[in-house]
């Protein structure tokens, strides 16, 4: 199994990219933000309780994520390896993957970091309030709390991935599909 992990501020692309990703190399992407959307959308307790912090743009509380990360990891099977998008995002959330992933003989094998510029970013967020219909991307208040949460809490992992000698950058800026096609170069080296 091959892990990597999927980084970017909110608009960088993450979670299109992901998608095209697993598909072409048979990878499980776990997007904490789709199970977070998820469980809101199908009006469980938790989500719930998790839609006035998502909709103010603040990340949840670490262990809820974890868990549910944890419950997924050992109910894949016959993939390549998993893609993590939107996780983790705090250096806890860091740690705790690192030992679940140890623990089941696993590692994180690359860390691939998405670059676009500030401009472009909220560019994207704005249009794809429209399409996506996420009440986060609505506000543009919202959008930059999202981005400085980013620079803060998840922007750290960066160093501690650099440390392990994962940390590859990426240019996030141009066409999807010349996006696809640099990160494919990267993943491909692993598989
Ligand atoms: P974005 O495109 O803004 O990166 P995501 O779909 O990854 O969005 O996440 C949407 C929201 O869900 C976040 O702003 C946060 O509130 C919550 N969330 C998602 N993943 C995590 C996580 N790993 N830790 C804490 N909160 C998270």
New binding site residues.
Partial sequence: MVNFLIFGP??SG??TQSVRLAEKFNLTHL????M??AEIAAGTDLGTRMSS??SR????P?EV?IEMIAARIDNTEGSEGFLF??????VA?TEALEKMLNKRGMKIDSMLVLDVDHDELVKRLVLRADLSGRP?DRDPAVIEN?ID?YRAKTEPIIEFCRQRGIYQPVNGMGTIDDIFERLSGFVKKFL
């Fill in positions: 909110p608009g993450k979670g997007s904490t933000g789709d977070l959307r912090i998502m743009g603040e990340l949840v670490d994520v998008d939107g996780f983790p995002r705090t959330q986060d999202r949460v």
